[in-house]
């Protein structure tokens, strides 16, 4: 569960790769545009650097990326899908290199002149939904045991008073030689404390909140995961690691400094 510096310091670069791999989406992330594009930009960026997709390591799944629309809150699987004005996209996207792994995760709200009132509805719940992300990421430079990310997490969207569901059934986790390990990351409060937080411990912290009930199931597909209620969901994640200087999240690159400044939090570089 717990790296050494010299493992947490080859965690460095997999995070940058998963970063230039979400950027690369971004750029090109518009109405008109196919979710199938969005997964191109994304495996280009990745075989560029000498890595590859840690998604297509899953057994039964062959995108780079994961692309969630509207109602689908995580897993969507890229296709001939045609984004459109005013959905809300949910991009997720890994990178293995060297043996070592990063995974990441943002939303976008597309801009839609007609509908303006749906834009920033759902430009809320992404913003919430990041906001509880980094809630998380700082707690993580105090906390004693893993059990208070969650509960910083829930705070933050509870405390936004909106009505804003947490999905129960999907959480964040530890990273590293896998992109999935243990321990998991709640989103919300649990009454286990969680393992020690100490250096050498990485997780990836990704609350997945919905607009409306919590409740979900998978799509047909066997991947997709949609809200039983038909409201939009919103996903944002980093890998952060914990080391003897404080923290740092891997998959920003700037290791987190503008998203922490909000809660007076200083991330430091892995030496």
Same mark, same amino acid.
């Given at each position: ?12 670069? #997999? ?9 690369? /989406? ?28 840690? !998604?297509?390591?899953? %057994?039964?799944?062959?995108?780079? *990326? ?11 699987? =890229? ?26 995760? !943002? ?5 839609? =002149?007609?509908? =303006? ?55 964040? $986790? ?8 243990? #321990?998991? /990351? !709640? ?11 100490? =250096? ?6 990704? #609350? ?29 994640? $980093?890998?952060?690691?914990? $080391?003897?200087?404080? *923290? ?14 909000? !809660? ?6 892995? %030496?």
């Amino acid at each position: 569960m717990y790296k050494s510096p010299a493992q947490l310091r080859a965690m460095v670069e #997999p995070g940058r790769i998963t970063a230039a791999a979400l950027d690369a /989406v971004r750029a090109i992330l518009r109405p008109g545009v196919t979710t199938l594009e969005l997964d191109a930009a994304a495996s280009r960026a990745i075989t560029a650097r000498g890595a590859r997709s840690n !998604f297509q390591l899953v %057994r039964g799944y062959s995108h780079t *990326i994961c692309v969630s629309v509207n109602d689908e809150v995580v897993h969507g699987i =890229p296709g001939a899908r045609v984004l459109e004005p005013g959905d809300i996209v949910s991009v997720d996207a890994g990178a293995e290199y060297k043996g070592w792994n990063g995974d990441s995760a !943002f939303t976008v709200v597309l801009p839609d =002149p007609e509908r =303006p009132e749906v834009v920033a509805e759902r430009e809320q719940l992404s913003t919430v939904t990041e906001g509880a992300l980094w809630a998380g990421i700082a707690r993580l430079a105090t906390a004693r045991h893993l059990g208070d990310i969650g509960a910083a997490v829930q705070d933050h969207v509870d405390g936004a008073g909106l009505g804003y569901g947490i999905l129960r059934d999907y959480v964040g $986790h530890g990273i590293g030689r896998k992109m999935h390990e243990s #321990p998991s /990351v !709640f989103n919300y409060r649990v009454s286990d404390p969680g393992p020690e937080v100490r =250096p050498g411990l990485v997780v990836a912290i990704e #609350p997945m909140i919905v607009a409306g009930d919590e409740a979900t199931y998978v799509d047909d597909d066997g991947w997709t995961v949609r809200t039983e209620d038909g409201t939009a969901g919103s996903h944002w994640e $980093h890998s952060v690691a914990v $080391h003897d200087g404080g *923290i740092w999240v891997l998959t920003a690159p700037d290791g987190g400094a503008a998203g922490l400044a909000p !809660f007076g939090v200083t991330p430091r570089e892995i %030496r």
